[in-house]
């Protein structure tokens, strides 16, 4: 039976991984937390943590992650990609999702219990999870979509690159899959900029006529 792993346990796997990827004690860290104002913060607080005998707080996990220097998200997903994890105790998806997920490039959720994915054949609510992602985010994301409608489809294929590339089977499969996502997301971009000198236009002779067509 496939392993699932629950977010509890991987926050302090991560921490401890990341700590000693970067060859630093736990008294260093420590050292390091108290210096950022988690004043309680010891060697061996930090040992119960790591042993998954003492939660970690919203803002010490932000914390951390400065310190560390990496994204808070790092500390919440496993590196292999390919690992199940427990979103909720009756949902699974693989770890790469969650990242996706929690970093905004992928919709999840928002569905009936268990639904992890809305198919893209179901496009309406698919939509409605995707402008539901991006009002719910910094206001910059949803205000691209709207001047320039389809410019999440760039990021989205984008990503698309990046997932062909690095969770292919083998390097000969990779090399061979990925021309073709290219140039999806060549023609993605083309198609944009033609959106774009449209919306412009219009835009100017707005401003000019004050007619909006």
């Known amino acids: 039976m496939t392993e699932r792993h629950e977010i509890r346990d991987i926050v302090p796997r991560r921490i401890r991984q990341v700590r000693e990827g970067l060859g630093w004690s736990q008294r260093e860290l420590a050292d390091r937390m108290a210096a950022y104002g988690f004043t309680g913060w010891s060697q061996s607080m930090l040992a119960k943590i790591e042993a998954g005998t003492r939660g970690v707080g919203v803002d010490e996990l932000v914390c951390l992650a400065f310190a560390f220097g990496v994204s808070p998200v790092a500390l919440m997903t496993l590196k292999d990609a390919m690992q199940v994890v427990n979103i909720t105790p009756t949902t699974q ?51 691209a979509e709207r001047r320039l409608p389809g410019v999440r489809r760039v990021s989205v294929i984008a990503d698309d690159v990046i997932a062909v590339a690095g969770h292919g089977p083998s390097d000969a499969w990779a090399y061979e899959q990925l021309p073709e996502v290219l140039d999806a997301l060549a023609a993605e971009v083309a198609d944009l900029k033609k959106r774009l000198k449209r919306e412009k236009a219009r835009v100017e002779r707005l401003a000019k006529t004050g007619v909006d067509q």
């Open 93 to 143: 998806t693989f770890a790469g999702n969650v990242e996706r997920w929690m970093t905004g490039r992928l919709a999840m959720g928002g569905s009936l219990p268990g639904t992890v994915h809305v198919m893209p054949e179901d496009f309406p609510k698919l939509e409605e999870l995707w402008r539901r992602y991006y009002e719910s985010g910094p206001d910059f994301y949803y205000t």
